[in-house]
């Protein structure tokens, strides 16, 4: 669970320590085995939280946590090289983002427009064409039997 991958062990590099992180930042805990101080328990290693407390060397992170059948918001503290920025809020403010200049763009045209996110539509139908690439239709069936006994 805690093993590194192959040829990355030793300690972490400096620019683990530079990660700047933020309160209400979306971080993902996965412990790092070089490092024991300030190492979260192993029910955490995997999980998203959001950061509640930044200190000099170690953030305060929101996990959810099942406890007999209910899910529980946990606070934990972890050190900094035991977290990573996460991903998961990625497509969300990209989104946010294109909504934004579609909703300017609206305003400026004055043509209304959908923000909502839509499924993926069946394909386009299509015409197959019946002749071969020379033009000509070309009709083939099968050998008649013949018994060679």
């Known amino acids: 669970m805690f093993a590194k991958k192959f040829r990355q062990h030793g300690l972490p590099t400096l620019s683990r320590y530079q990660m700047q992180v933020k309160v209400g930042d979306y971080v993902d805990i996965f412990a790092d085995p070089s490092i024991h101080k300030g190492m979260p328990h192993k029910h955490y290693h995997g999980r998203t939280g959001i950061v509640f407390n930044v200190t000099k060397s170690a953030v305060g992170v929101r996990v959810n ?71 000509v239709i070309t009709t083939i069936q099968p050998l008649p039997f013949s018994d060679l006994v």
């Open 65 to 135: 946590k099942m406890v007999n059948g209910r899910i529980l918001e946990k606070r934990i503290h972890v050190r900094i090289e035991h977290i990573r920025a996460s991903k998961c809020q990625k497509e969300i403010l990209a989104r946010k983002v294109a909504n934004e200049q579609a909703k300017a763009e609206a305003a400026k045209t004055g043509v209304k427009v959908n923000l909502k996110r839509q499924p993926k539509q069946p394909k386009a139908g299509y015409f197959l064409p019946a002749a071969g690439p020379d033009g």
